[in-house]
């Protein structure tokens, strides 16, 4: 069982910079960062592999990064470069079957309760 404490969310303006925690439990050999806005569907953004290993969506590769701690029980996202596009709903989470992608929606069986990101022009 894996347990999942989001937090850091906020309000910046476009430009800025926010950076989120997860607090983690469990079997973390593979965590991921997903978002969903308003109206669409949760979208993989980011994977960490247990080798240290890092996948990014094209929409963030270059402006967010994905960290975690040795003790491997804090997960981060530090993200710069905000833009208005990126408002949403941001959920850590981990693997549970086979496949370490955040493009594997199904393979990511435990979730945090999601922090709100609010990017304004």
């Known amino acids: 069982q894996v347990q999942l404490q989001e937090s850091g969310g906020g309000s910046v303006q476009s430009g800025g910079s926010l950076k989120l925690s997860c607090a983690a439990s469990g079997d973390t050999r593979c965590m991921a960062w997903f978002r969903q806005a308003p109206g669409k569907a949760r979208e993989g953004i980011v994977s960490l592999h247990l080798d240290g290993s890092t996948d990014y969506t094209d929409s963030v590769k270059g402006r967010f990064t994905i960290s975690q701690d040795s003790a491997k029980n804090t997960l981060s996202l530090q993200m710069n470069s905000l833009k208005p596009e990126d408002t949403a709903t941001y959920y850590c989470?981990?693997?549970?079957?086979?496949?370490?992608?955040?493009?594997?929606?199904?393979?990511?069986?435990?979730w945090g309760q999601g922090t709100q990101v609010t990017v304004s022009s």
């Open positions: 989470a981990a693997v549970s079957g086979l496949r370490c992608s955040y493009s594997d929606f199904e393979s990511f069986g435990f």
